[in-house]
């Protein structure tokens, strides 16, 4: 059995930063692009970050662009997303998923291509 868990989230001061780790038990990731997207109250899942097999491709939405930086650890079986210059638009639910794919250079930004999920971690941008 697959489970993605996510970690990190929190309050944060608008400016402030936090970093977001994602693990995943019964998959091993290295055989899976990784994505994070957040949703926040009464609106859709959105794109927010992804990163290939190889991490020679990286994606971000561009309301989170030169703010957040994706990255992962093959060996330790984890990604991680860090985001600086936190604003209060930020707020939402972060969710980290895997695409298991073949392509080492591809990584999707589009939810329906991610098999598996976690759980979701909030985080709030207020003061």
């Known amino acids: 059995q ?3 868990v996510e970690s990190g989230g929190g309050l944060v001061q608008p400016g402030g ?9 019964g998959l091993t990731i290295s055989s899976a692009a990784m994505g994070w997207f957040r949703q926040a ?6 794109f927010v970050a992804s990163i290939s097999i190889s991490s020679r491709t990286t994606y ?3 309301s989170v662009k ?4 994706i ?6 079986n984890a990604v991680a997303l ?18 298991v794919i073949i392509n080492m250079w591809y990584a999707s930004k ?10 979701g971690t909030q985080v709030t941008v207020s003061s």
């Open 2 to 4: 697959v489970q993605v």
């Open 71 to 76: 990255s992962r650890d093959n060996a330790k």
């Open 60 to 62: 971000y939405a561009d």
């Open 82 to 99: 860090q985001m600086n210059s936190l604003k209060p638009e930020d707020t939402a639910v972060y969710y980290c998923a895997a695409d």
């Open 41 to 46: 109250p009464g609106r859709e899942r959105e």
């Open 17 to 25: 930063s936090l970093r977001l780790s994602c693990t995943a038990s």
């Open 66 to 69: 030169d703010r957040f930086s």
């Open 110 to 119: 589009t939810p329906l291509d991610y098999n598996y999920w976690g759980q």
